[in-house]
């Protein structure tokens, strides 16, 4: 479902087609892409982005899923409100943005999920642990870790939960960029996106 503003069917948005705010989290492309990769959506995948910061996920998935329902969990309303800008920007109409905190407010949402992305946060071993009650069988979650205590806490969680199919794969990207007259690589802060399948 392409919009006016990306008109292609392939992700990969150029970061600054998005609105987004100083220390507002924010998923740069070559992370969305690996995120994307990870979470195997359908056109009709039910995805709960939860702690979606500037939606960039949010849209993504909305755009790649025409059928499917994305509901985007923020607790901060500025934040939700940027998401819901963003979102009507790539004219979105199968996007939920709910304010609230995970893992409580997990039973006021609507529809189960297929697939579950949880960009961060400090209860995010919690959080795992909750959404994989709304899984269904073959259900997938993916997670990402930007400081060790994350990484440890999700790869415990998947190992309690018994998840099968986990994979761990950490990003070392580096951008060209443009400093006085000269151009070099800038590396951007690495991040580890941790996947696991709910299999009964």
């Not at 006016?4 to 740069?28: A, C, N, R």
């Not at 415990?156 to 199919?165: I, V």
């Amino acid at each position: 479902m392409p919009s006016t503003l990306w008109p292609y069917i392939t992700p990969g948005i150029p970061d600054e087609l998005f609105e987004h705010l100083p220390g507002i989290p924010f998923s740069q492309r070559e992370i969305r892409l690996l995120l994307l990769a990870q979470l195997r959506l359908k056109s009709d995948s039910v995805l709960w982005d939860i702690g979606a910061g500037t939606g960039t996920i949010t849209v993504e998935a909305g755009l790649l899923c025409p059928q499917g329902r994305i509901i985007a969990v923020e607790r901060d309303e500025e934040v939700a409100n940027l998401i819901r800008r963003n979102c009507l920007s790539f004219e979105l109409e199968n996007v939920e943005v709910i304010e609230g905190s995970a893992p409580e407010c997990l039973d006021s949402l609507n529809e189960m999920p297929h697939r579950v992305c949880i960009e961060g946060g400090r209860r995010i071993g919690d959080i795992l642990q909750a959404v994989w009650l709304y899984l269904p069988n073959y259900g997938r979650v993916v997670a990402t870790a930007s400081n060790l205590e994350n990484l440890y806490a999700i790869s415990q969680s998947f190992a309690q939960l018994q998840a099968r199919n986990v994979e761990v794969v950490q990003s070392a990207v580096n951008r060209l960029e443009t400093r006085g007259f000269s151009q070099t690589f800038a590396s951007q802060d690495p991040i580890f996106i941790l996947s696991g399948e709910k299999l009964d």
